[in-house]
């Protein structure tokens, strides 16, 4: 496995494995993926092949940064993919300048909120209908080191 930058030809199948991850109302649009490859902080995991396993997307602002998503195809869910993509994320905000990232997990994804425990994110906060109405998350933070 390799990860690398997101790259615009990496569109479609981003956009494939959001929409595996998330119901429409709450999945980024393609346009809004387009965009953010650009211009914010975009990791793939793939495969020699070029067939993207996951991605995750985040952003510098100062000393502080945030996970905008996180997503792996559900074939290769359990393998390592999601907590490889969190270090090598958190590894080039490090390089920025980043010492605290937050993030927002549903609760009703507690294999995600596992995932972001077990690599150092502490739940702060209840933010209630983040993904709709009756749909709330934990905001999370992590220091880095």
């Known amino acids: 496995m390799i990860i690398r930058r997101a790259e615009p ?9 959001e929409g595996l991850c998330f119901p429409e109302e709450t999945a980024f649009p393609p346009g809004m993926f387009a ?3 650009r211009y914010s902080v975009a990791l793939v995991a793939c495969e020699p092949a070029e067939k993207v396993l996951g991605f ?13 998503t996180l997503d792996v195809h559900p074939l290769y869910r359990r393998r390592g993919i999601g907590r490889e993509l969190i270090k090598a994320l958190e590894e080039e905000l490090r390089s920025q300048g980043v010492l605290t990232v937050r993030l927002e997990a549903a609760l009703e994804k507690p294999e995600a909120m596992e995932l972001y425990h077990k690599a ?13 109405r009756g749909k709330h998350a934990v905001r999370m933070f992590k220091t880095l080191k």
């Open 35 to 37: 965009y953010l490859i």
């Open 9 to 17: 030809g990496d569109l479609a199948q981003i956009a494939q494995i």
């Open 56 to 68: 995750i997307i985040g952003y510098a602002s100062g000393t502080g940064g945030a996970i905008y």
């Open 120 to 132: 150092g994110y502490r739940a702060r906060e209840l933010v209630k209908n983040y993904y709709g």
